[in-house]
Structure formats: structure tokens, C-alpha cells
């Protein structure tokens, strides 16, 4: 069962490769980066938050009212800018201390 070793939004499967890297790096200072992933939950996530980014977009757009994000890791969060960065009508921003960062979009100024 993948959605064990992937845990709630990933957090397990982000541990095992955390500490999967911890170990490579100390073994062979020249060492690659080590992605773990299970069931392509990453390759799906990432989808959903592309997806997302763009609905949220829309309904600020719409609004004016700014949309605060759940906190997410720096690797979903970046997800998010990257896929609005060339969307003209809003802006992005991260607020918080790690753990709880999270993601803002706001309407652009006119």
C-alpha cells in the first residue's frame, strides 16, 4: 500500500527521502540528489497543485480578495510561483517561518 510509505500530503515519503539524502551526503561528498517517490504521488501532487494554482488565480482575479494558501513545504510552494509567474494578473508572496509558510496570491495593482 503506497499511501502508507506517503503519509498525510506527502510528509512521510519527504522524511525518507530527507534522511535517504542525509546518508548519500555523508557517504560520497559528490552525491547526487535522491528523489523518493511512491505510486508517482509527486508526478500527481505537483498536477493537482498546477491545477489549483491557476483556479485560485481565476478566483482572485475575480474577487480582488487575496487567497492564503495551507503552509507548504518550499517544493510545492515554488510549484505554485512557477506556475503563476507569467499569470499577469495576480502576484505571489510566502509568509511564515518553516514549518507553517505559506503561499499568498494577491490581485495585481492596476
Given amino acids: 500500500d503506497a499511501g502508507n510509505g506517503i503519509g498525510y500530503r506527502g510528509e512521510c515519503l519527504s522524511a525518507i527521502q530527507y534522511l535517504a539524502n542525509i546518508v548519500e551526503q555523508k557517504h560520497n561528498k559528490n552525491a547526487k540528489r535522491v528523489v523518493v517517490d511512491a505510486g508517482d504521488y509527486k508526478k500527481r501532487r505537483e498536477q493537482h497543485l ?61
Fill in 50 to 110: 498546477r491545477d489549483l494554482a491557476i483556479k485560485i488565480a481565476g478566483k482572485v482575479e475575480a474577487t480582488g480578495r487575496p487567497y492564503r494558501f495551507e503552509p507548504m513545504n518550499a517544493y510545492e510552494r515554488r510549484i505554485v510561483h512557477t506556475e503563476l509567474q507569467n499569470y499577469s494578473a495576480v502576484d505571489t508572496h510566502s509568509e511564515g517561518v518553516e514549518p507553517n509558510r505559506r503561499l499568498i496570491v494577491t490581485r495585481k495593482a492596476k
